[in-house]
């Protein structure tokens, strides 16, 4: 008999490309109404899902007809609701941020400022509202990336900076604020005192997600900054070479330390794609980014070649995402975002902040 619970039995047991790996579909039914063969369904994504509403929806819609081919009108409702979600007790919150997210490396040099920028614009290109952080003290590069390198903040009361606004995310950066000779000679105390004042003293708009590129390394002002600053959960990023996963395992034990959910590894430089035959090689080996996710039982968000295009786009300060949305690579960046942001919501939701503030995106059914 075709009644909700048939509907929600297709959820559980369909197969849905668009779905993020492991992510319950059935925890998100709002509601399902069937009158006769008419359907309405409506499902709420804690994950910006802007990429993915179109072919969810056509997905469930043609789930639903090959297990009840008599069903007729079927009404497919996609919706958003960003949530935050708890932090470690005792860090005091950042007005209007809902979710920090920490991208960090073992090793300098694997592209987690690359991955932070993109990932970045992929939230936001996404559905969310996002700022972007450039806490990278000995190499701060967001702004040449972001395309505004030569733009200073200002601030209207002397107290608070206003962020920086670029390919429609909020930017801040030490680098915006401070002489690179001046910060190569601070020492970790400083360094990271310095970095909680940038990040507390910004007004930063109403944000879902602010991404912070955290220095390489696992040292003190990683320590600090992790301990110091109401993060979320953090992002790891990884060659799949041997000597960066060495490295990577020490920023994942670090997060581990410090009681930071780690919500997964990206591999970047995965494979080199030759620009003149398309050709794909691993040149700095294969399933490193498996390998760090098995052992520590973390999801491999996603993986990116080493692409000419990837660099030329940042050194013209419009990322991939930003460029092309389109293409191959932005559509990976998106498809890690969502699948973060939909691991993200395995945690436990902190009510504290407006959960109900909430922007939802309507797709409408076409039968
Ligand atoms: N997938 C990629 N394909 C091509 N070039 C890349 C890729 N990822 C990063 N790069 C390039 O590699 C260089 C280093 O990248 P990036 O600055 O993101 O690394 P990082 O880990 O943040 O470095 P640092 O340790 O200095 O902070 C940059 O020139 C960037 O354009």
Not at 99 to 106: E, Q, R, T
Not at 298 to 306: S, V
Request: charged content about 20%.
């Amino acid at each position: 008999m075709l009644d909700e619970q048939a509907i929600l039995d297709v959820l559980e047991n369909g197969d849905f490309a668009s779905v993020p790996p492991g992510f319950e579909l059935t925890a998100c039914v709002q509601k399902t109404k069937v009158i006769g063969d008419h359907i309405q369904l409506e499902i709420v994504l804690p994950f910006p899902c802007q990429g993915i509403k179109l072919s969810l929806a056509e997905e469930i819609e043609q789930e639903i007809i090959n297990n009840w081919p008599q069903s007729k009108k079927i009404a497919i409702e996609i919706k958003q609701r960003l949530t935050a979600y708890e932090t470690k007790a005792g860090v005091p919150p950042i007005a209007k941020i809902k979710n920090i997210l920490a991208i960090a490396s073992g090793k300098g040099g694997v592209g987690k400022s690359t991955t932070s920028v993109n990932l970045a614009l992929a939230l936001q290109a996404e559905g969310a509202k996002v700022g972007i952080l450039d806490a990278d003290i000995y190499g701060p590069s967001i702004p040449i990336m972001l395309g505004i390198p030569d733009a200073r903040p200002v601030s209207e009361d002397k107290k608070t900076i206003l962020p920086l606004e670029a390919h429609s995310i909020e930017a801040m950066s030490i680098g915006f604020l401070v002489e690179e000779k001046q910060a190569m000679v601070w020492r970790g105390p400083m360094a990271s005192s310095a970095l909680q004042q940038i990040v507390r003293d910004t007004r930063w708009g109403e944000l879902d997600y602010l991404i912070v590129d955290l220095p390489p390394g696992t040292g003190d002002i990683q320590l600090t900054l992790s301990q110091k600053i109401p993060v979320t959960a953090a992002v790891i990023v990884t060659t799949p070479q041997d000597l960066a996963l060495a490295d990577a395992k020490k920023a994942v034990t670090m997060f581990g330390k410090v009681n930071i959910p780690v919500m997964g590894v990206v591999e970047n430089m995965s494979t080199h794609i030759c620009s003149n035959c398309g050709h794909q090689e691993a040149i700095f080996g294969e399933g490193g980014g498996n390998i760090l996710s098995e052992d520590y039982d973390m999801p491999l968000l996603g993986q990116l070649p080493l692409a000419m295009s990837i660099r030329q786009q940042l050194d013209q300060g419009k990322p991939a995402v930003a460029d092309d949305p389109q293409s191959s690579i932005s559509q990976t960046y998106r498809q890690i975002a969502r699948n973060l942001t939909a691991n993200l919501s395995k945690l436990a939701k902190d009510y504290s902040k407006g959960t109900d503030s909430i922007e939802i995106k309507t797709w409408s059914p076409k039968s």
